[in-house]
């Protein structure tokens, strides 16, 4: 393998348990990050007008795709369901901070983690195509 091998892998990694730690660990715990004056996710979804339900909605897809993301790291033919994925879902937080007019600095993490997914997605395209 190659360093950029090793680095996919590290991303995959900070990614994947980076989404597990906000769904599964910390969903309860105030955070910089989150929309409007939220202090959990289910009240951050609430500020940007979405309910319950569509909260535990994305929050599965969420925590699937990670779980499917770190899978890929072994079962590599994953990589792109994982990493576009968690993508288009992270876009969607972008648009929601936006959409409630957050500072711009709360839609970072999910800025920053578009950008590592793309990675991750346009070396699988380089190396599997």
């Given at each position: 393998?190659?360093?950029?091998?090793?680095?996919?892998?590290?991303?995959?990694?900070?990614?994947?348990?980076s989404i597990?730690?906000?769904?599964?660990?910390?969903?309860?715990k105030p955070s910089k990050?989150?929309?409007?004056?939220?202090?959990?996710?289910?009240?951050?979804?609430?500020?940007?007008?979405?309910s319950?339900?569509?909260?535990?909605?994305?929050?599965?897809?969420?925590?699937?795709?990670?779980l499917i993301l770190l899978a890929s790291i072994a079962f590599v033919n994953l990589t792109l369901i994982g990493s576009l994925g968690l993508a288009v879902l992270l876009l969607g937080s972008i648009i929601m901070h936006l959409k409630v007019k957050d500072e711009l600095?709360?839609?970072?993490?999910?800025?920053?983690?578009?950008?590592m997914n793309l990675v991750i997605a346009l070396h699988y395209l380089k190396v599997f195509s």
């Amino acid at each position: 393998m190659d360093l950029i091998d090793y680095i996919i892998i590290a991303l995959k990694v900070i990614v994947g348990i980076s989404i597990l730690n906000v769904w599964l660990i910390q969903p309860k715990k105030p955070s910089k990050w989150r929309g409007g004056d939220a202090k959990t996710i289910v009240e951050e979804f609430e500020v940007y007008g979405l309910s319950k339900t569509f909260c535990y909605i994305i929050g599965f897809l969420k925590v699937s795709l990670a779980l499917i993301l770190l899978a890929s790291i072994a079962f590599v033919n994953l990589t792109l369901i994982g990493s576009l994925g968690l993508a288009v879902l992270l876009l969607g937080s972008i648009i929601m901070h936006l959409k409630v007019k957050d500072e711009l600095y709360k839609s970072f993490p999910a800025f920053l983690f578009i950008v590592m997914n793309l990675v991750i997605a346009l070396h699988y395209l380089k190396v599997f195509s």
